[in-house]
Each structure stands twice: as C-alpha cells, then as structure tokens.
C-alpha cells in the first residue's frame, strides 16, 4: 500500500532554514502530483506547496512563496520542502501528501503520519 | 483567495444524521473533497468530486454540493465517527489549494 514517511522535522532558530523529506513507496511516484500540507498544534489544515508529477509545476501557499521551495526526485522517490527564513508562524507539522492525479487541482488520497517544525529561539 | 467555512463543532446522537457544511461563494462551481481526521492521526479522505467516495469508505457517508454550500452527511452515526472533518477545493484562480476551517463532530 501507499507509504509516505517525512523526515528532517526538529527544533530550529527564527530565520534559520530547515529540509524535510518524504520517502514513498507503493505507488509510481512519477505519475503523481505531490503536496506539503501542515497543521499548527490545535489548528486546522493549511495546505502549503504542491509539485506537479514531472516538477514542472510548483505553487505555493502566499505567506511562503520566496521562502518556501518544494521539489521532487523521481529516480529516488523522494519529495522534499526547502524552508528558509523561518518565522514562529511556521511551527506545526508537516504533511507529505499524495494527489490522486498526476495535476495539482485533484484530491490527496494519502498522507503521511508527519514532521514536527519548531521555530523558536 | 477562496475562504471555506465550516462550523467549528457539529453533535448528534449515535444512530442520528450529522450534517456538516462547508460554505464558499459559488463553491457549487468547484470540486469539494472531504477529510477526517482522528485526534494524532494523519487525515483520510472521505469524499472526493462533492459526492464520490474511495473504495472502503460506508454509504453511511455522503456528500453534496450546490450554490454557495457544499454538505457532508454521515448517518447512522457511531461513536467511531468521531473527529475533525475538512472540506477542501482546489482555487484553480489562484492555483492554490483551500482548507475549511474544520469541524469536529462529538457523537453524544
């Protein structure tokens, strides 16, 4: 079945940068679209960044755009998320999340169990 | 941006319907997706495209969407139903994905 398990979550400084990643398997990563999704303790869902199947594609949450890069490797099944500048409106747990088509526009059918991100000083 | 809103708490009796809504302008336009979440758990999906459901996912759960307000609806509802539940579009205006802001439904 449908694994993703996120990596690179911890404790981090305001303005320092932080590299998550998502291992998958179960699936054929390449055909998929891929989305960062995280949850502030307490909070609801905030979607973050999505990557097309081929990376072509990226978009991102307004408050992250021009801090925020997402990005994929195919050939390692590997989705990853570059944070940099890091503010406390950041903390929360980090989502890898798959899309059910290959656009960003579909639905997640799978989600993985999370990263926690801490900012703070 | 789209803004989804949901009511921030939803309770019923067990064996009772429980409906949870998710407004936005003209969100009958748009395809609405609906997750759970159970406390410490990662989200599922229970409908997708307004009104399908994945394979595994009871009849007991159902989805809807018209004008300015799309409906999940769940009945028979068991103890086991108990979590959060998000409503989700895709702003294809923005290219951005949207989240309601959740509902958490308290099965009496």
């Known amino acids: 079945q449908v694994q993703l398990v996120e990596s690179g979550g911890g404790v981090v400084q305001p303005g320092k940068s932080l590299n998550l990643s998502c291992t998958a398997s179960g699936f054929t990563f390449k055909d998929y679209a891929l989305h960062w999704v995280r949850q502030a303790p307490g909070k609801g869902l905030e979607w973050v960044a999505v990557i097309s199947f081929d990376g072509r594609r990226k978009h991102y949450l307004d408050s992250v755009e021009g801090r925020f890069s997402i990005s994929r490797d195919n050939s390692k099944n590997t989705l990853f998320l570059q944070m940099n500048d890091l503010t406390s409106d950041d903390t929360a747990k980090y989502h890898c999340?798959?899309?059910?088509?290959?656009?960003?526009?579909?639905?997640?059918?799978?989600w993985g169990q999370g990263t926690l991100v801490t900012v703070s000083s | 941006s789209f803004v989804l809103t949901q009511p921030p708490s939803v309770s019923v009796a067990p064996g009772q319907t429980a409906t949870i809504t998710c407004g936005g302008n003209?969100?009958?336009?748009?395809?609405v997706n609906w997750y759970r979440q159970e406390p410490g758990q990662a989200p599922v999906l229970v409908v997708y495209?307004?009104?399908d459901r994945p394979a595994g996912m009871p009849e007991r759960l159902s989805g809807s969407n018209s004008g300015n307000t799309a409906t999940l609806t769940i009945t028979g509802v068991e103890a086991g139903d108990e979590a959060d539940y998000y409503c989700?579009?895709?702003?294809?205006?923005?290219?951005?994905?949207?989240f309601g802001g959740g509902t958490k439904l308290t099965v009496l």
């Open positions: 003209n969100i009958g336009r748009e395809s």
């Open positions: 999340a798959k899309s059910s088509h290959e656009v960003p526009a579909a639905d997640i059918d799978s």
């Open positions: 989700q579009v895709w702003d294809s205006s923005s290219d951005l994905m949207v």
């Open positions: 495209d307004d009104s």
